[in-house]
């Protein structure tokens, strides 16, 4: 059973904007980058919220409780490194962005690792944040 055949499709507003990016001036380019902003920082607050779930559903079995908690407190800051990337100008807040979405990579590789996560989730996760952090990045520096 695939369990991914929607998931890129949450790439989009990402590789559209990376693409329309070096044609946007004037009264279009900001708006459209905060939009990316926006929609990045929802994304990332979705997965922040995976890890929550993946916290609870894993608390009862192995996990102490110190592991749990440890894990809980991970689970917000991508909610709040996602408020902070609305907070700044668009270049600054893409580039968080960006390394946000690499450094929660690494959180969701480990989980994966350590059996804490679905043996399938890095073959979901990589192709997407790779692809999310392309698009990002050629933004910010477009």
């Given amino acids: 059973m695939q369990r991914n055949g ?3 499709f949450g790439a989009i507003p990402f590789v559209t904007t990376a ?29 922040g919220g995976i890890q929550w779930g993946l916290s609870i559903a894993t608390s009862r079995e ?12 991970i ?3 991508p ?5 902070l990337a609305l907070l700044v100008a668009p270049p600054v807040g893409i580039v968080i962005l960006a390394i946000a979405f ?6 969701d590789l480990e989980a994966s690792r350590k059996g804490e996560a679905p ?3 890095p073959s ?3 192709p997407l944040t790779v692809t999310v952090i392309a698009s990002l990045l050629a933004v910010a520096f477009a």
Avoid: C, K
Avoid at 102 to 107: K, M
């Fill in 79 to 83: 909610t709040l490194i996602g408020w």
């Fill in 124 to 126: 979901l996760r990589w």
């Fill in 6 to 8: 929607w998931a890129p």
């Fill in 19 to 47: 693409i329309a990016g070096p044609f946007l001036s004037g009264s279009l380019e900001y708006p459209v980058f905060l939009a990316l902003i926006v929609y990045g920082a929802v994304i990332l607050s979705f997965l």
């Fill in 119 to 121: 043996a399938w989730y």
């Fill in 62 to 73: 192995v996990n102490s409780d110190d592991a749990s908690f440890r894990r809980l407190g």
């Fill in 75 to 77: 689970s917000v800051l």
């Fill in 102 to 107: 690499g450094l929660l990579l690494i959180v």
